[in-house]
C-alpha cells in the first residue's frame, strides 16, 4: 500500500478508535490489532503526530501505582476523522471504476 495512503490509514483507525472514549497506547493497540497489525513503534508516532496537530489531547492518571497516558480525540480529530471518510468515500468510487475496466 502507498505510504501516504496507509499513513492517513492509521491516523483514522487510531482516531475511530478513539470515538469509543479516552483510551491508552496499549489498550488502543489491542482495539485496532482485529483491523490492521500496528506495533507500539509505529503507534506512539502517529499519536504523538496527531497530538501536534491538534487532534488528541493527553493526560496522566494513576494506575497500579503508576502514571498511564490516556489520549482522548479533539472537536479537530474529530473533523479529521469527517474529512477522511470523505476523502475515502471519492476513493472507492475512483477503486471501483478501476475494478470494473480491469476485467
Known sequence: ME???KKGLLN???????????SY?????????PVVEISESTLY???RRL??????????REHNGRLRKYYGITREGREKLF???????ELVKAYDFIIANFR
Do not use: C, H, K
Not at 497506547?25 to 490489532?33: A, E, M, S
Not at 474529512?83 to 468515500?89: G, H, P
Open 3 to 5: 505510504v501516504q495512503l
Open 51 to 60: 497530538e501536534l496537530q491538534g487532534a488528541l489531547i493527553t493526560y496522566s
Open 83 to 89: 474529512n477522511f471518510t470523505e476523502e475515502w468515500r
Open 12 to 22: 483514522a483507525i487510531v482516531l475511530a478508535s478513539l470515538m469509543r472514549g479516552d
Open 25 to 33: 497506547g496499549y489498550r488502543i493497540i489491542q482495539d485496532i490489532t
Open 45 to 47: 508516532p502517529i499519536l
